[in-house]
C-alpha cells in the first residue's frame, strides 16, 4: 500500500515527535528516491567562475552523490589559488554520517592539492595547471579549449553522475560539442541527431561512446573521461570547417523604361 504522511501544523494543536519525524525524512527520502539508479558523482551544480583581481576560484552550489549517499552544498565557495606551479586537483574529501549528540551529519572538505590523482573518499571538482604569469581562466572559445596545458580550469575528468557506473560527461563539455558541431560544414544527419542530443540534455556515457565506435568504425570498449573528449574533439576537426556565412545578394528587379 502506498502511504505519503505530511504533518500539518495547526494552532493550539501538540507538536508531535512523529511529525517532526517526518519533517526530518520526507525531503531526504525523496531525494533519494530521485537518485536512486544513480551513480555517485556530481548532480547539478559546483560550477566555478574566477575572481583574477582576488585571485579566487568561485564555487557555486550544488548536489553530488557518494557512497549512495547525497550531499549538498547551499553557500558559494571561496577558494585561494595556489601559490606554487604545479598541477592542481580541487576535490572534496568526504565524510559520510558521522554521529555527533544529537545529529548525524555527511560533511565535505575542499581541498586543492597537486598531483591528478583522487582517492575513494573524494570527488574531483576540477583540476588546471598553475604557470607563473599566465592567467587562470575559465572561458572556452572552441572545444579544444576545454583541455589546454596551462592555466586553464578543466572539467572534463570529472565524475558527472547518470545510470551508468561510470557517470558521463559533464552536460557543459557535450553542449560545447554539439553547439559547435551544428556550425561545421559537413554535418550529416547522425551529427545532427547526437549534436542535438548533446545540447538538450545530459547524454548518457553508452550513447557518448556508440557514436564514437560508429563514427570511428571500431568496436564497443570503455573510455575514460578524457578519451571521450579527445575521440569527439578527433571527429569535430574531421568534420571540416566552420560554414562560412555569405553576403545574401539582394535581388532587385530591372527596371525597363517605355517611351
Known sequence: MLENKYPLFKKNEILEKEMLDL?????MEIYNLLY???SDGILNGFNFTIDSE??????????????????WEKEITEIPFPEQEDHYVVKYKLN?????????????????????STHEDELELLRFILREGAELRENYEQFEDLVREYNTIQIVD??????????????????????????????????????AA???????????????????????????????????NDILIKMGPRRSIGVKKIYRPEKIVVD
Not at 96 to 116: F, Q, W
Request: glycine share 4%; hydrophobic share 30%; with cysteine.
Open 158 to 195: 570529472r565524475k558527472y553522475s547518470s545510470r551508468h557506473k561510470s557517470g558521463t560527461l559533464d552536460p557543459r563539455v557535450t553542449k560545447f560539442w554539439g553547439l559547435e558541431a551544428f556550425e561545421r560544414e559537413n554535418l550529416n544527419p547522425e551529427d545532427f541527431i547526437f549534436a
Open 96 to 116: 559520510c554520517c558521522s554521529e555527533e549528540k544529537k545529529y548525524y551529519k555527511r560533511s565535505g572538505e575542499i581541498i586543492t592539492e597537486a598531483g591528478k
Open 23 to 27: 519533517l526530518r525524512d520526507n525531503p
Open 36 to 38: 536512486l539508479d544513480f
Open 198 to 232: 548533446c545540447i538538450n540534455n545530459p547524454v548518457e556515457r553508452e550513447i557518448i561512446s556508440s557514436y564514437i565506435n560508429r563514427k570511428k568504425r571500431v568496436e564497443t570498449r570503455e573510455y575514460t573521461n578524457r578519451e571521450l573528449y579527445e575521440e569527439l
Open 54 to 71: 582576488r585571485k579566487l576560484l568561485i564555487m557555486e552550489p550544488g548536489i553530488l552523490k557518494h557512497n549512495g549517499k547525497i550531499f
